[in-house]
């Protein structure tokens, strides 16, 4: 397979971030290139207000910086809202992105994505944050 494209969804980017955190090999693969992180200006933003909010304002801005310099990371527009999850609509965001730079995998610990599972178009692959760090250790 070629190199593995992925959206992350907040909740696995915040499990990643501390040093001491059993899942920090996936911001050290990313920053490695071993895999593709496809991303929007709103799911930026929302990694940004989330960081801030759970680690300081300061850790924000270095992981938002470097997520903006690394040719891994791409930043996509939308243009079309699949509107797939309706339990949790700000979701959506993620699935759109997954969607419109048709990645490999949506990388989520969240419920609310299960949602995808039925539906037949567009097949959106959803992995777990334990099973995404399984594949980039093999």
């Known amino acids: 397979m ?3 494209k992925i959206v992350l969804d907040t909740n696995c980017l915040l499990e990643s971030i501390s040093r001491n ?3 920090k090999i996936i911001l050290d693969k990313l920053i490695s290139g071993d895999y593709d992180l496809y ?3 709103e799911i930026l933003m929302e990694y940004e207000e989330k960081i801030a909010d ?3 304002s300061e850790t924000a801005e270095l992981i938002i910086s470097f997520l903006s ?3 891994n990371v791409k930043k996509i527009d939308i243009h079309y809202h699949l509107n797939l999850i309706t339990t ?9 992105c997954a969607f419109a730079s048709n990645v490999h995998y ?3 610990n969240d419920k609310h994505y ?3 599972k039925s539906v037949t178009f567009p097949i959106i692959n959803i992995i777990s944050l334990v099973e995404f760090k399984n594949l980039l250790d093999s």
């Open 39 to 41: 991303l929007t200006n």
């Open 106 to 108: 949506l990388v989520t």
């Open 54 to 56: 759970i680690f300081s």
């Open 88 to 96: 949790d609509p700000d979701d959506n965001k993620f699935v759109d």
């Open 114 to 116: 299960n949602k995808l």
């Open 2 to 4: 070629s190199i593995v």
């Open 69 to 71: 310099v690394l040719e």
């Open 21 to 23: 955190s059993v899942n």
